[in-house]
């Protein structure tokens, strides 16, 4: 019998006693969660809390806490109601007989608390200020994605208007047309520089993601009319909301993946008083990576090692001030090893990838002071992140001699930010600042490109903001604007007043029960240069980019929403991105925004800032919560993406693939059986071939032809993945199992064309030298199975 099919059967065995186990013990499950105000943050007493279609219903006490004891697991959604308050339904709760994660539900006074009419709040998470172009996931939508393997940035390849990445393996977060460094991070309220492990430095996307699924309460993600608290977006600003730990007991979940195995942990600490849920929480985690192990296994020569650790700590001092502390940090080392058997394609892989050490860490603590008169609110957080790269190639990787490229540089940042928000009569007005010290070094040498320099710098950045937002006409009209600044001490082609970054958003409802809406917004967004550039010298030791400007994007978006109930909502949008002042390549004539989706250092080389670009394009989206038994998303996105050369000349990016289309969703069955599936696809993409000539000269560098860029075109890009969960909740423990299917349509991944040296059959060197195409088709539409389970505890 084969070995796979051995090993499935012994699986389903598995799977055949457990079901059994659990059909024999008589087990409940319990969940806990909190009801706060809106505006204020304060508890809410009294709210009636139901579990949606039962008879079974709670209501919090007087710190606005709730608890549901004994009931049936398994998915439940929450009807939450107040008098003066807009009623809320809290979708997709998947209770467990352990854990379950503690809710935190934020309740939005009513304007007709006093009339006879029931007004539900909207699921969806959208605001004045940001009306529209808007997406959220919770925990549990992330946790059962197919494909995603509990990786939280995969998930996010699949929202709406995000181009999936040459290969489709990497997470590069490609919004609507714009390049890959073009989107800020923020967990927590405090930023984080990238969300990946062996990330691009100077980008931020890489194969796998750093962050905790457990962690996670929510993830958002704005791709226009950004806040103005947040410095340095163009295309797109993503926030990870953590939940914190559990107050009531101890507990924690493991989880083997396809590629990781983690371990969480949380519960109380300092508790004097068991009969209430603790002020201080801990929430830990570390991740080790198993792929090195699995890839030498099976014979592949890459060798991806990575550990991760992060953990939050929340402090309530009382009723009106939280301290948060959080923590996050990577170890990342990316080797190769010689197979026993020659292969060309391996042999290329092993000769052209970098070598990269990498580690990065934040550190941050927020301290979030409620006014006592419920008006506002005060946030202070001081933060610091360093991300160090070694990032190599060697001509013989295996025995890392003869370096060829290396770049060994660390970034450091130490900020801090300020905000006060003030509720002014019928205005919801906010201000505040950000400083920061940016620390650069970086030691390049590059034989190709007659390198060799050591730099470093520091220097200050800083900005401040402000904004405002009201409705008017019996609350159908709601209008956003600000502003802000943003300076530095290095840079010299942008003055405070040349950053001024304003913005405005309208929302109009056109019928009076909010079924159909209006939005519309303008803005002007602002980014330094990366520390790549602006720390680039020359041989003579000259910072010939210190001169750079801020790359400049003015967003155009309006749009119309259809909410045909209070768990769906149907959207249409026209978008329009202009780029000014953007990076032109002065090595290669292109823009910048063509770089960055591939493991490289972007932006450490000679730039001039003057050039220009343009996205735009319409989007459509069905989006649907959890109603009779079904959830899920599906959005078409129309856009063209230009960036000019140093001609000037508009060429269409390496991202202009003009159509996207995704499709996310699942099934919840019996059983707490569920089953899930998402498709992504991808026009025809431009990309830049191999120049052969200057590749054969440079090898193992590969030199990419830009002459060539808009004249070669992928084909589609269809990738679709489905997955089924079964959950078994026991006395214990709760453990949950997977099994998914990776292109379970057996299509082919486009590639570009890969050249490595002619060798014959044994991997000897043909004389004289020439380069040959060593990737194939073989093996490229296989479908990948995959498994993974969880244990809560």
Known sequence: MPKNTSMLKHLYLILIVLDFHHSIAQTTGQFSGRVLDQQTQLPIPGVTVLLEGTVIGVVTNDEGYFSFEDIP???????????????????????????TPPLQILMEESSDALDEIVVFQSPFRTSIETPLSTQTFSAVEIETYPGGNNDITKVIQSMPGISPSIGGFRNDIIIRGGAPNESVYYLDGIEIPNINHFSTQGSAGGPVGMLNVSFIREVTLSSSAFGAEYDNPLSGVLSFEQRSGNPNRFGGNFRLGASEAALTLEGPLFRKDKEKPAKTTLLFSVRRSYLQFLFELIGLPIRPDYWDFQWKVNHEIDAYNTLTFLGLGTVDDFSVKAPDDFDAEQQATIEQ?????????????????????????????????????????YRDNTQKTGIIFKNDSYEQ???????????????????GTNIQYADYFNDTQSILY??????????????????????????????SFGFRFDADTFSEGSSLMDNFSPRLSLTYNLTEDQTWKMNASVGRYYKIPTYTMLGYQDNLRTFINQKAKYTQSDHFVMGIEYAPGNASRVTLEGFYKKYSQYPISLIDGVSIANKGGDFEVLGNEAIATDGRGKSYGIEALYQQKLTKNFYGVFAYTYFHSQFTTANGDYLPSVWDSRNLISFSGGYKLKRNWEISARWRFSGKTPYVPVDQIASLSAYPEIVLDYNQLGNVKLDPFNLADIRFDKKWNFKRYAFNFYFEIQNFLAQAVPRPEEYGLNRSETGALILPRSLVKVNTDENNNIPIPTFGFVVDF
């Open 73 to 99: 697991p398994r998915t439940y959604n929450l009807v939450v109601r107040h008098l003066g308050y807009q009623s809320q339904t809290v979708f997709n709760i998947i209770v467990k007989t352990f854990g």
């Open 413 to 431: 940042e130490t900020k801090l930010r300020y905000q006060t928000l003030h509720y002014l009569n019928e205005w919801k007005l906010a201000a």
């Open 450 to 479: 007659n390198i060799n320099y050591s730099t470093g710098i520091d220097f200050l950045k800083y900005g401040f903001f402000a904004k405002g937002e009201r409705k008017f006409f019996d609350d159908n009209l709601g209008l």
């Open 353 to 393: 990838v970098p070598i990269i050490e990498q580690k990065t860490i934040t550190v941050g603590v927020s301290w979030n002071r409620k006014y006592k008169n419920g008006k506002g609110a005060m946030t202070t957080a001081i933060s610091t992140n360093r991300l160090q790269n070694i990032f190599s190639r």
